[in-house]
């Protein structure tokens, strides 16, 4: 498939995660109205979490450290200017520092299950971004029988908090 087309494959996929995501959240928002009380996590608005997805899908602009998907999550979140302490796989199918779980995923969340970490594009189409075995980065469906095979998958959404220990903000500037 010549580079052009998956470029303009994925920016269809992230237009139509970004005009989802923000119908998501208006209704989200009225649902959680103030009158609730109670305080909320402060998770990423739908702009934050395209910034997060235009970052994945821009994967060759990231200054990726690790080779493994749990560092490919990392730094994207990272370079998208939302910092977390590292956390393999396992630790973020556990829970990690940083995030909420979530039943229902949005674009920009993170997917995980034992042993890979991705991060959601499109939740209407089951397709997330993370490194696809020998392929390197791309999109995939976390419904197709592969990965319904490796069990369960765990949404977790990236909670903003005042400060972050031992992290870095590197917020780019591009988007």
Not at 104 to 126: L, N, Y
Request: hydrophobic residues 35%.
């Amino acid at each position: 498939m010549p580079i052009v087309r998956k470029a303009a494959i994925a920016a269809a996929f992230c237009s139509m995660a970004m005009l989802l995501t923000q119908a998501q959240d208006a209704r989200e928002r009225q649902a959680s109205a103030p009158h609730r009380g109670g305080s909320r996590k402060h998770s990423l608005t739908a702009d934050e979490r395209n910034g997060v997805l235009a970052t994945a899908l821009d994967w060759k602009q990231i200054h990726h450290t690790g080779r493994d998907c749990s560092h490919l999550v990392h730094d994207i979140f990272a370079e998208a200017g939302f910092p977390y302490p590292y956390a393999d796989s396992e630790d973020l199918y556990a829970g990690a520092r940083g995030f909420q779980r979530v039943p229902r995923p949005k674009a920009g969340d993170v997917i995980v299950w034992h042993g890979h970490a991705g991060i959601v594009v499109q939740p209407s189409r089951h397709t997330f971004f993370s490194f696809l075995s020998s392929r390197g980065p791309g999109i995939d469906d976390y419904e197709s029988r592969y990965w319904r095979s490796r069990g369960e998958p765990r949404f977790f959404r990236y909670v903003k908090t005042p400060t972050c220990d031992s992290c870095t903000v590197a917020r780019r500037s591009d988007y």
